[in-house]
């Protein structure tokens, strides 16, 4: 059964630094998503993105983060400059369509750990 | 803005059933979704309703009333594995799922 992918599983990284995070959506999807989820707290939409652009944004995806799809495969996450409060699981989904029952897949997750 | 509330926890026996009530206020809908976590986990899909009344698959059921902004995942035959946290979710407009905050159930032997 095809499934969304994440690398790496788990990413530490110091206060300040550039942190990347990777998905490989199921291939014949056409929508992507970023979410995070903090410790104990509720899952957070961040971004979506399809046709090479994003669709939306929600107030947490701010200048510091962006988004891209360098090839046909993969849609990454980027954090320039990352924070304490960065620190949650990050899930990337995908969806076939937007509308009717195309749920959104989600992968596994990266867990963020900003020292 | 979006506004979802479901509790926070529920216990059950093995074998029972337990229905997970869930309300929302948003600024739109195109759909309610019910996804299952396992601690650490990413979420799963469950169930989908857009249209008012009862989707059922299995064991699990869910029922929505859009006139009143409610739904419900309802739970039955319990199994140990069903220990989870349960999410619900309204996809508001064609892109993004708003979340509730997370059920977790807790399945007693």
């Known amino acids: 059964e095809p499934e969304v992918t994440q690398t790496p599983s788990h990413q530490v990284t110091q206060m300040g630094q550039e942190v990347i995070l990777r998905c490989v959506p199921i291939s014949n999807h056409l929508y992507f998503y970023w979410y995070r989820q903090i410790l104990g707290q509720k899952v957070e939409f961040l971004v979506s993105f399809y046709n090479n652009e994003i669709s939306e944004k929600s107030e947490i995806f701010d200048d510091q983060f962006s988004v891209e799809r360098p090839d046909g495969s993969n849609f990454t996450l980027k954090i320039r400059s990352t924070k304490l409060e960065d620190s949650a699981m990050y899930f990337c989904a995908s969806s076939a369509g937007t509308s009717g029952n195309n749920e959104q897949f989600f992968g596994p997750g990266t867990r963020l750990t900003v020292l | 803005g979006q506004n979802i509330d479901q509790p926070t926890e529920m216990t059950a026996t093995e074998g029972a059933i337990v229905q997970i009530n869930c309300t929302y206020q948003?600024?739109?809908?195109?759909?309610l979704f019910w996804y299952q976590q396992h601690a650490g986990e990413a979420p799963t899909f469950l169930s989908y309703n857009v249209l008012d009344g009862l989707e059922e698959k299995g064991r699990f059921s869910s029922f929505l009333s859009r006139s009143k902004g409610y739904s419900y995942l309802l739970l039955k035959e319990l199994q140990m594995k069903d220990s989870a946290s349960y999410l619900c979710a309204v996809r508001a407009n064609d892109y993004k799922l708003s979340f509730g905050a997370g059920t977790t159930v807790t399945v007693r032997a």
């Open positions: 948003t600024s739109g809908f195109n759909g």
